[in-house]
């Protein structure tokens, strides 16, 4: 299982960015797909998350309204449209994926419960 994060960067604060996560290696169509992230000397927290037909998603309350969450099953991609981004949403991001079997759901974004990672994209507002 391969997860590949892009589109981090520096960006001033009210600005936007657009990270994207490209999966292999793995039935894509039975996994939850979430964005966490992890600033310094903080532990690692659940931004958003979206469950395998892509019709669900769950949102941290500190991003809610703000970033929005998505999959494209066809490129086996999942995004992550940030916008008003602020200071403190400075953090490297990652994208993950987490094995579901029928009746789960993805709304616990929680670290612990995603099996892959990808290697992460910095991501800094200032």
């Known amino acids: 299982v391969q997860l590949v994060e892009s589109g981090g960067g520096l960006v001033q604060p009210g600005g936007s960015l657009r990270l994207s996560c490209a999966a292999s290696?793995?039935?894509?169509?039975?996994?939850?797909m979430g964005w966490f992230r992890q600033a310094p000397g903080k532990e690692r927290e659940g931004v958003a998350a979206i469950d395998s037909g892509g019709s669900t998603t769950y949102y941290a309350d500190s991003v809610k309204g703000r970033f929005t969450i998505s999959r494209d099953s066809a490129k086996n991609s999942v995004y992550l449209q940030m916008n008003a981004l602020q200071p403190e949403d400075t953090a490297m991001y990652y994208c993950a994926a987490r094995k579901v079997v029928a009746g789960q759901t993805c709304a616990a974004v929680r670290a612990s419960l995603y099996n892959y990672w990808g290697q992460g994209t910095q991501v800094t507002v200032s």
């Open positions: 290696g793995y039935t894509y169509s039975s996994y939850c």
